[in-house]
């Protein structure tokens, strides 16, 4: 195996770790809810006047997707939907108290699988950090630009 086969399959496995380590936890906090509908939650809440075209870009979903999604969020009391009085075309979503809710608890698990790692993260050299960072963003925009590549695509 070359070292990029080794980086990527390496990568994967971390990333599969990690899910499984946290998925029991998640799964049990969050029943009831999708793992897209609470990042669907945790964008909104962190971004202010998400729309379906904003959601569906940052989720990597179809607008469709995130219709159907942001429908079944408001019928659930998660989300509500507005229009700035300026622009009464665009639809935006917001969380509601339930909603919040949702975000916090997301939030705190996260907290708590950052606090169950730290152990690994005292011991990276900022060298480290930015070189796996420059490595990280690099490989981000390349599939970025494949990704552009897909939707410049006729259908």
Sequence with gaps: MNKEDEVLARVRELYNKMA????????????????????????MEENADSNVTILADSCYMTRGAISKM???LIKKGLIESY???????????????????VY?????LHNEFKERD?????????????????FVDRY????DTEIEK????PE
């Design 20 to 43: 499984w380590l946290n998925k029991l936890k998640m799964e049990e906090s969050l029943k009831g809810y999708t793992p897209s509908e609470v990042h669907c939650i945790e964008y």
């Design 70 to 72: 942001t429908k079944k």
């Design 83 to 101: 229009q700035k009085p300026d622009n009464k075309k665009e639809i935006y979503f917001r969380l509601t108290a339930q909603g919040k809710k």
């Design 104 to 108: 916090k608890i997301h939030d705190d």
């Design 118 to 134: 730290k152990v690994v993260f005292e011991e990276v050299t900022e060298e480290q950090f930015d070189s796996m960072l420059r």
């Design 140 to 143: 981000s925009k390349h599939l």
């Design 150 to 153: 897909l939707d410049r695509q």
